[in-house]
């Protein structure tokens, strides 16, 4: 009794220390072993409908058993047999025989001078393993049998209850990690100032060790085609996945790899519990994606709102400030062209001459600060959108020619006429144009193409220019907002483009890369169209 005790003792430690069902079951082999001495043990068990085994060494060997036991169970050597096999294969839940009340069995092998003078067979079952069997042959000498038999008598008690305690601290563990494992997400997800991307990493990072082998164990997240893993990633065919969906559509997936081939649960290495916390994972991610592109819509809006509310302000102060300016510099050029006229000095008319030319050119920073306030009053009429654009392109083709710019003209024909301002429409394909030709000071091609696109119709200008960075196309539809040298622009030109488009209730997308050109598409509503035109 008091071995029992002192096994049932180091087994009820094992439990409570090994961190695996592997160790652990390692770990009662060898107790067993070492507490019988030279008695060979042989430990079997089911786990999730498949059978496992521990030997040794070496593979089982078919062998003949006779009963050596009173037991009327066990009086035939042919059911012995085929109770052995039957308990062992687990065909059959209604074939387990001994429960755990039903200590023992002792067989023996009929022949042979390896042969066991014994053979116990020790059930023992709990809720995760179902059922188990202890098999213990016995070598001793016959009048040694009765000690090992009273020691084994206990032993399947003993195993139950030995078993149902690591399975409950297993399952402690694993609920540790696992809550860990979530708070952590969430942790990461209401950190505003992460992005996306270094949040999705971090999960990525965290998630090995919430799985029942970190040390083996890999994670990868793909969303929207950008992928994430842990250091030291190894791919492997162990793999636990579930897709991340936002809006019924799914945008990747979350997978976690067990690299290392293991010696035991080979078919299903994975736990019930991962599989639940991967399927929560999954889910906090997509609505990690959610939360952060609201986020950023929300950003973009205000910072809309905020660049509309400044364009206003500041249309607002250049209409004052052209009013207040145009009087006296009208004064200026008129006087100036009157002494002009009266005076007779070179050098004074070639002075007066500067003097004119500065003042004309204050005159157009005025009249576009008109332009961009929106004074003059739109005059909108129903006209034929590419005739416009010709129009406009009048002022330009020359210059393009004489820069080595070739134009190349995408007009779809069919359009339906438009109503608008064929003035401002003149003035933002020039402003656009001018842009696009200072971006290509060593000639290059500039492309306009006209078309229909999910009601809207559109103008598209491309050019293979130098481009622009994310930085100054933030800004570029600022007022005074220029990337040339001083006295080269006014910094109005995109500023007034983007007035007489909102003005038509337009909106203008920009694409560009650095050394790979831009392109600037305007696009306007439908309901600006008419009838539609012939060719």
Known sequence: MENLNYLAYRLLQAAGREKSRVTFLRAVYQLIKKELKEDIVRLFFCYENQLYEFLPAGQIEPFSLKCKSNDHHFQKESWAREFLFQALGMKDADQWKLTSKETYAMLCKNSGENAANGIWLIPFENQSLKRGILVIENKSRDREILATERLVEKLGPVLTEAFEHQEAHLACQERVKELKCLYEISRLASLTEEGKGDILQKIA?????????PEIASARITVDQQ????????????CLSAPITTEEKQRGQLE?????EHRIYDDDLFLSEEKKLIQMVSQQIATLLEKKEKETANQKLQEQLLHADRLATIGQLSAGVAHEINEPL??????????????????TRKDLDKMMKSALHAREIIRKLLVFAREPGAEKQRKKINQVIEEGLVFL??????????L???FSNGLPEVMVDARQIHQVIINVTVNSMQAM???????????MEKGWWMIKITDTGMGMSPEVQDKMFLPFFTTKEVNEGTGLGLSVVHGIVTDHNGAIEVKSKLGEGTEITLRFPQELAGKEMQP
């Open 227 to 238: 992928v994430f893993q842990n250091d030291d990633f190894k791919e492997s065919q162990r």
């Open 256 to 260: 976690v790899f067990y690299a290392a």
């Open 397 to 406: 083709e020359s210059r393009l020619l004489k820069q080595g710019i070739t």
């Open 330 to 347: 009208g004064a200026i050029i008129g006087f100036s062209q009157l002494i002009q006229n009266e005076t007779q000095e070179e050098r």
């Open 205 to 213: 990072g965290l998630l090995p060790e919430s799985m029942q082998f």
């Open 408 to 410: 190349v003209k995408k």
């Open 441 to 451: 000071p060593e000639g290059g091609e500039l492309t306009i193409e006209t078309g």
